[in-house]
């Protein structure tokens, strides 16, 4: 009897050592930037969405894209809002990231990045921009858009000027004071730099295959926490579809979370933010192949492996 008691005994603790310990919703932390693509994701925050979907997110604020790579590259942050040309970064020698879903698209009506000219320039119209320079973040999704929204009205490659002016702030200071002809900025810095003078001469509302932004995690993240990136793009489609139907209702939120700049509160339209999506191959191959041919990367990165649908709802 004894022996049956010593071997029950072993047992059980064989047992509860192969049990799985109880763990509770996984944390995912978001490295977030100041932009209003990230309007969804404050919005899935204030109405508990997260944690109806079973997962926890930590926002970390960063206040350029190189701090926000760095985090992701050191592995103290799980996600971003980023584009298709940063991910070439990530995964030009092996796969890091992995684009999850569209964060913001341009829409009819709702550009995302704007050609701007000067009030002091003259131009007014894109014809006027041929020679003309125009201030950029050179390698960005700023510098593509720019590209391939004037190749789209029939600019030849050297009709195309561009100038680095990486600091938005600077951007927006020499457009104000005529220094700078022209520049890009985007939604809604644009809108900005038109209450102070600026010009809107182009924008990617007629092409969001060009202009749109994407949400990304990083792959191990990815293949350690599946549910929980099921569970984050649940609470970002339910909180698209409220943004989309009552925009009115979170107008709080804009400046709570320095979205908007204050002198445009009053009057700034939240754009309509996408329904559950990826990049298609041909809008990731359109940006590869144009960042080989500026040399950003020496050779083919896959569409396959880093974007993925599956965690879509």
């Excluded at 926000?68 to 980023?82: K, S, V």
């Excluded at 131009?123 to 593509?144: A, D, F, H, M, R």
């Excluded at 391939?148 to 020499?174: N, S, Y």
């Excluded at 996408?274 to 990367?297: F, H, N, R, T, Y």
């Amino acid at each position: 009897m004894k022996k049956i008691l010593i071997l029950f005994s072993l047992l059980t603790l064989l047992l509860a050592g192969c049990a799985s310990p109880a763990q509770g919703p996984a944390t995912l932390k978001i490295a977030i930037l100041p932009i209003i693509d990230a309007l969804p994701m404050y919005v899935a925050q204030k109405e508990g969405l997260f944690e109806k979907h079973g997962v926890q997110v930590e926002f970390i604020p960063v206040s350029s894209a190189p701090e926000r790579d760095q985090l992701l590259a050191a592995g103290q942050a799980d996600g971003m809002i980023n584009e298709t040309i940063s991910t070439f970064f990530f995964n030009r020698e092996n796969i890091q990231l992995q684009i999850v879903r569209y964060a913001l698209q341009p829409a009819p009506q709702a550009g995302h990045f704007f050609i701007l000219a000067s009030g002091t320039s003259g131009i007014t119209s894109p014809e006027q921009l041929k020679g003309v320079e125009i201030g950029v973040s050179q390698g960005t999704v700023i510098e593509y858009v720019t590209e391939r929204l004037l190749q789209a009205r029939g600019f030849q490659p050297h009709e195309i000027k561009t100038v680095a002016v990486p600091k938005i702030p600077d951007r927006m200071a020499l457009l104000a004071s005529g220094e700078l002809q022209a520049g890009v900025l985007p939604d809604p810095l644009g809108g900005l730099a038109v209450q102070q003078g600026a010009v809107i001469v182009l924008d990617d509302s007629q092409y969001p295959q060009y202009g749109f932004s994407v949400i990304s995690f990083r792959k191990e993240v990815i293949d350690a926490n599946p549910q929980a990136i099921r569970g984050f793009l649940a609470a970002i489609e339910e909180a698209t579809i409220l943004l989309n139907s009552k925009p009115g209702e979170y107008a709080s939120l804009l400046s709570e979370t320095n979205l908007v700049p204050p002198p445009l509160l009053e009057t700034y339209q939240v754009p309509p933010f996408p329904a559950a999506g990826i990049p298609s191959e041909a809008e990731w191959l359109d940006a590869l192949v144009w960042a080989m041919q500026k040399g950003l990367v020496e050779e083919s990165v896959s569409y396959i492996d880093s974007v993925t649908g599956e965690y879509l709802p």
